[in-house]
């Protein structure tokens, strides 16, 4: 995650697709929720900024990043959403922990991105420490859940645009 380059929450307005009549469902962790609910209000925002209604945003939390897959899947598999932010935040600690929730949420995301219609984005913040997850949850990095939100939005009207 180079962010020291690009803030999370920069975007040109005019280049990003308008969400009106896109239904988006959020799946997000208790886990670390400080930085987790940061990040889902921020996406809300952000979606609501570019044009999605407040009520075709669906919010279904989950205990930690690991059940992201399962929350994830889910919501693709009812056919309900357009498009699917999934968002938790790891940080490592003193076991191999870490590097097991990481890898498995990855895989499990991405294999739902190849498996089915809709797109799933990765919302996932995974930082050495506390320090490093504030500053990208509406820190001096911005807010990774703006970043999901833009991307939700381009991977809709890009799924449109290829479909026609
Ligand atoms: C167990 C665990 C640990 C150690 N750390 C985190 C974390 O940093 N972030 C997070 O979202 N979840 C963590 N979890 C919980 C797992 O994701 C999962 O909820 C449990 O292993 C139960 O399946």
Redesign the pocket.
Known sequence: MATELKNLSSYDPTKVANGKGRKIGIVY?E??DEITYALRDGAVKTLLANGVEESDITLASV?????LIFGASQMVKSKSYDAVIAI????R?DTP??DY?CEGVTAGLSRLNVEYDTPVIFGLITTNNLQQAQERSGGRLGNKGDECAITALQMMALRQHLQQ
């Open positions: 962790a886990w670390n205990p930690g990043s690991f059940e938790g935040c790891v940080i600690g922990h870490f929730i």
